[in-house]
C-alpha cells in the first residue's frame, strides 16, 4: 500500500483536524517536500502537532519520515532538486558551496539543451507563430512562469501572464482562441488551476506547450 491509499484507507477514521492536514497534504504535496514542518502547518491552516500526529497516525515516526514517503511518492528519488537541496544547506557556509551551486546550473543547462533540442524548437515555432501568447504557473511553479513571462515581455507585447490572482483566470481563459499558443508551467499533481486552464486552452483550440 503506497502513502495515498494508506490516506484514503484511513481517511474516514481520522478526527475533522486530522483530515484536514491529510487532504491538504495530498493537494499540496509539492509544497510539503520543500517545506518544514511549522510553515507548511501555517500554509495548512493547522498546528504543527496535528501534522506530527497525522504522521504517527499513519504509521511514520516523525514529520521527516512523512516527507520522505510524500517524496517517493512523487517519483523523487536520491538524486534530486530536493536531495541536492538538503545536501548544499548541510555544507553551510563552505567556500565550495558557491561554485558548486554554478556548475550546477551548467550541467542542468547542458542537459537540458541535450535531451529537449527538438521540443524547444518547436516550442518557439509556435510561440512565434502565436497571435497572443499566454503563460500560466500556479503554486511551486509561478516563479518559473513569471521569469518566462519577464522575459519575454523584453521582447514582444504579445504576451499575458496568468496569475490566478483575485481568481482572473476566467478573464483570460474567455479570451484564448485558435490562434493562440499557452505556455504551461507544472508539475504532478496538477493543481486545480492548471488543468482548468489546459482545459480551456483545448476547448478554444490553442496551441499547447506543457
Not at 480551456?200 to 506547450?209: D, E, M, P, S, T
Request: aromatic fraction near 10%; include cysteine.
Amino acid at each position: 500500500m503506497n502513502l495515498r491509499e494508506n490516506i484514503v484507507s484511513q481517511f474516514s477514521l481520522l478526527s475533522p483536524e486530522l483530515q484536514r492536514a491529510a487532504e491538504f497534504s495530498l493537494q499540496n504535496a509539492n509544497q510539503l517536500v520543500v517545506q518544514s514542518m511549522r510553515a507548511f502547518a501555517t500554509e495548512a491552516g493547522v498546528k504543527p502537532a496535528t501534522l506530527l500526529r497525522l504522521a504517527q497516525r499513519l504509521g511514520y515516526n516523525g514529520w521527516r519520515e512523512l516527507k520522505s514517503a510524500f517524496i517517493d511518492d512523487l517519483g523523487l528519488g536520491n538524486d534530486t532538486y530536493v536531495s541536492k537541496a538538503e545536501k548544499l544547506i548541510a555544507k553551510g557556509t563552505q567556500p565550495a558551496l558557491y561554485e558548486e551551486v554554478f556548475l550546477a546550473h551548467q550541467a542542468n543547462l547542458a542537459f537540458t539543451q541535450a535531451e529537449n533540442q527538438h521540443a524547444m524548437q518547436q516550442a518557439v515555432t509556435l510561440l512565434d507563430e502565436a497571435k497572443q501568447v499566454y503563460i500560466c504557473g500556479f503554486r511551486a511553479s509561478f516563479p518559473i512562469a513569471w521569469s518566462l513571462f519577464y522575459v519575454y515581455r523584453l521582447f514582444s507585447r504579445q504576451v499575458s501572464l496568468i496569475d490566478g490572482l483575485a481568481s482572473n483566470i476566467e478573464v483570460f481563459t474567455r479570451e484564448i482562441n485558435a490562434e493562440d499558443c499557452l505556455l504551461l508551467t507544472s508539475f504532478s499533481p496538477y493543481s486545480r488551476e492548471s488543468l482548468d486552464v489546459l482545459n480551456a486552452a483545448r476547448q478554444a483550440g490553442a496551441r499547447i506547450i506543457a
